[in-house]
């Protein structure tokens, strides 16, 4: 059975991480399908993605039983996690982490890697790594302290605290939690409408506030022109502002 699964609904590609026995914990196999996977996300007919896992987990980070204990640590990091949380970010078109249950070390990092977080109110979110000693890695630090600030980032990884769905909206680290009975079937409405949005003004936007955390308030103004200038010159733009003169809804092709 395949470690991570991907199906196509219309524009919307879901990724199913696929070890539930395991909380879906990754292993060198998994991060291949992972990967081959965001590949695919690249085909220009695919407008938004999802990442869920299957069974009662999202992730429960590294798999403990295939730990690189004594091996070069660095380097595996670099080759799976590094790759894959760099892939979802460079993908131009958003990605959402649709946490349906537990969510713990390197898959809160994965998690934290994606735009936006949707968890079930089943979920729930453990830092993991401080338990077993480690630093928080596969963007852990660099996500989390843009997400929560540096006080509670940091004083959340140091304790290995257990967050509910429920704090974790809170706290910000979700945009919202939804029932667990509809989960999927709401998570395939916001992916779906995310999917029907102007797709290159949509990518833009993300790279935009990715550049947005190390640049200057010149600098970014002038990323906003530019990026701009582009998004002015897409068939969803002039779509969109026939369908304000025409009163009507707009229908953007992606293009
Ligand atoms: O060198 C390197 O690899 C560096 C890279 C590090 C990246 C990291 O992600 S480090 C952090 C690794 N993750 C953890 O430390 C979390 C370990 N898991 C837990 O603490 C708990 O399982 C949870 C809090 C996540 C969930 O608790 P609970 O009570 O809901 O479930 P459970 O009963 O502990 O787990 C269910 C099964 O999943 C169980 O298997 P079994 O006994 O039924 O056969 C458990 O062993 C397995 N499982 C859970 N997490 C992992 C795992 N198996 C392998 N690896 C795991 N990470």
Not at 15 to 31: D, G, M, Q, S
Request: proline share 3%; net charge negative; glycine share 10%.
């Amino acid at each position: 059975m395949a470690e991570v699964e991907a199906t196509r609904d219309g524009s919307v590609l879901t990724i199913t991480l696929n070890r539930p026995e395991k909380l879906n914990a990754f292993t060198r196999t998994l991060h291949e399908e992972l990967h081959a996977a965001l590949e695919a996300a690249r085909d220009p007919g695919v407008r938004a993605v999802v990442v869920t896992g299957a069974g009662r987990g999202f992730s429960a980070g590294q798999d403990l039983g295939a730990f690189s204990e004594g091996g070069d640590v660095a380097s595996m990091l670099r080759a799976t996690y590094h790759v894959n949380v760099m892939a979802i970010r460079s993908l131009e078109k958003p990605v959402i982490a649709a946490v349906n249950g537990v969510c713990a070390g390197a898959g809160l990092s994965l998690a934290c890697a994606c735009d936006i977080r949707l968890a079930s109110d089943a979920a729930f979110f453990v830092p993991g790594f401080v338990g077993i000693g480690l630093v928080p890695d596969s963007g852990g630090t660099y996500f989390l302290q843009r997400l929560l600030g540096t006080p509670r980032a940091f004083e959340w990884m140091t304790s290995n605290r257990r967050l509910t769905a429920a704090e974790a909206h809170a706290w910000g680290l979700v945009s919202d939690v939804l029932e667990a009975d509809s989960f999927s079937a709401g998570v395939a409405e916001r992916a779906a409408a995310l999917a029907a949005g102007p797709t290159r003004a949509i990518a833009l936007t993300k790279r935009l506030y990715d550049e947005a955390g190390t640049s200057t308030l010149e600098e970014q103004l002038e990323r906003e022109a530019e990026a701009q200038a582009e998004a002015a010159q897409t068939d969803d733009f002039r779509e969109g502002v026939a369908a304000f003169g025409e009163k009507r809804e707009a229908r953007f092709s992606g293009s």
